[in-house]
């Protein structure tokens, strides 16, 4: 049974190291795929925030519109790979950060939350602008 509990504290290291691996590449990247990147979080932020105000009602909503949320939420990460990797990228890494948020997984969390927070600012105004391209 110790096994068992070692077992989810390795998988637990290897997650932090491997969002932390993640976190490093994207900071050495360049200026514009971090606004894109930040972009997609944005994104995936704004329509979280507007359907839930927040994580704790969230899990008060009904499972079925939890995962039709989730559902969604993939579906736009999966159309914007073809049109625009660094914004998918931002949803997925808005996706993990959300998942680990609920799961009450803090290092992570914290760790990407964080970093997700810093590139949404880079990213808000490359969103504002693709809404509303007159502005």
Same mark, same amino acid.
């Given at each position: 049974m110790g096994h068992l509990f070692h077992r989810n504290e390795d998988s637990a290291?290897?997650?932090f190291a491997e969002a932390k691996k993640v976190l490093h590449r994207l900071k050495a990247s360049g200026a514009r795929?971090? !606004?894109a990147v930040g972009a997609g979080v944005q994104l995936a932020n704004s329509d979280f925030i507007r359907?839930? /105000?927040?994580?704790?009602?969230?899990?008060?909503?009904? +499972?079925?519109?939890?995962?039709?949320?989730?559902?969604?939420l993939s579906?736009?990460?999966?159309?914007?790979?073809?049109?625009? !990797?660094?914004? /998918?990228?931002?949803?997925?890494?808005?996706? !993990?950060?959300l998942t680990e948020s609920l799961a009450g997984r803090r290092n992570? /969390?914290?760790l990407l939350g964080e970093e997700l +927070?810093?590139?949404?600012?880079?990213?808000a105004d490359r969103l504002n602008w693709a809404i509303h391209p007159t502005r």
């Open positions: 290291r290897g997650e795929i971090q !606004i359907r839930f /105000a927040g994580i704790e009602s969230f899990r008060r909503v009904p +499972t079925e519109e939890q995962e039709r949320f989730w559902s969604e579906d736009l990460e999966l159309e914007l790979r073809g049109r625009e !990797i660094g914004m /998918a990228l931002g949803v997925g890494l808005y996706r !993990i950060w992570v /969390a914290e +927070t810093e590139l949404s600012r880079k990213g």
